[in-house]
């Protein structure tokens, strides 16, 4: 598999929700019940925190 160009990373930053630490990142997983299924990374497109499957 070809490594994402980086306006490929940037289109996929763009479409997920940003936030501005880890801590808020698990916090709205929590509320939504999915925080099994879900893990927060720092971007570094964009410095912000998103969600991601918690297997990737």
Known sequence: MKKPTREEQRHRCTR???????????AAAMLA????QRSAYLCPI?????LS???N
């Open 16 to 26: 997920k929700r940003r936030y501005r630490t880890q801590g808020d990142a698990l």
């Open 33 to 36: 019940g999915v925080e099994r």
């Open 46 to 50: 964009c410095s912000n925190w998103h």
């Open 53 to 55: 499957s918690a297997g």
